[in-house]
């Protein structure tokens, strides 16, 4: 199994529906982080969380809320889901300090 | 201005060539310096670690930090058309999250 696993792989979904991206990690670590990746901008940081108890926005988290349910899922909603969050989303854990592992990642497409 | 600079590319070298990859910061209290590398349609994965100035050396691959002139290198000997990928630098503050370069693109042509 792999250390970090995103679900879904990918997901086309309407303007204004629910969505919610999965990831669950098996390194053990407190740490955890999702991010989208779009062309030229690089990784930007949406939400971060250190552990069960501990949530952060990072730098572009207006349109998304997070959950902590355990050590090892953090998941990733997008309340009323619009066209220009159509991206590639990566959760990722790290320990500390250390390098962070991330997901295969999620390709989620808005219409 | 960002906190981490890095050249987009694309960077497009022959089978063999010496590539060197670049980023600049501005936040003097980063300690660790990483590179990772990302294939198209996968995860970016941790290639190089290193928390000091100087050289680290894996294999063909060489991680280079200057930390006075807040400068961090990759260097790729003998490359490969499998080392076509995009390549993210990435630095953190002691108890801090990653802060990522925003990739370059490298195409190695066989």
């Known amino acids: 199994d792999a250390d970090v696993t995103q679900t879904p792989r990918n997901r086309i979904t309407k303007t204004g529906k629910r969505i919610m991206l999965e990831c669950s990690q098996t390194?053990?670590?407190?740490?955890m982080y999702w991010y989208r990746q779009d062309p030229g901008l690089g990784l930007r940081l949406i939400y971060y969380?250190?552990?069960?108890?501990?949530?952060n926005k990072g730098e572009i988290s207006d349109g998304y809320s997070v959950s902590r349910q355990a050590q090892a899922k953090f998941s990733l909603s997008l309340e009323s889901a619009i066209p220009n969050q159509t991206a590639l989303y990566f959760c990722?854990?790290?320990?500390?300090?250390?390098?962070?592992?991330f997901g295969s990642g999620t390709r989620l497409t808005v219409v | 201005q960002k906190e981490v600079e890095q050249d987009p590319g694309p960077l497009s070298v022959p089978e063999g060539a010496i590539v060197s990859l670049n980023c600049t910061y501005s936040?003097?209290?980063?300690?660790?310096f990483m590179w990772y590398r990302q294939y198209s349609r996968k995860g970016p994965e941790l290639l190089m670690y290193?928390?000091?100035?100087g050289n680290k050396e894996d294999g063909r691959f060489t991680a280079q930090v200057d930390k006075s002139s807040k400068y961090i290198s990759l260097f790729i000997r003998d490359s490969q058309p499998s080392d076509s990928a995009t390549y993210l630098c990435?630095?953190?503050?002691?108890?801090?999250?990653?802060?990522f370069g925003a990739g370059t693109i490298l195409r190695v042509k066989s």
């Open positions: 990722a854990t790290s320990g500390e300090p250390g390098g962070y592992t």
């Open positions: 390194k053990g670590h407190d740490r």
């Open positions: 969380s250190f552990d069960v108890k501990d949530i």
């Open positions: 936040n003097s209290a980063f300690q660790y």
């Open positions: 290193t928390y000091s100035s």
């Open positions: 990435a630095i953190q503050e002691y108890g801090n999250k990653l802060v």
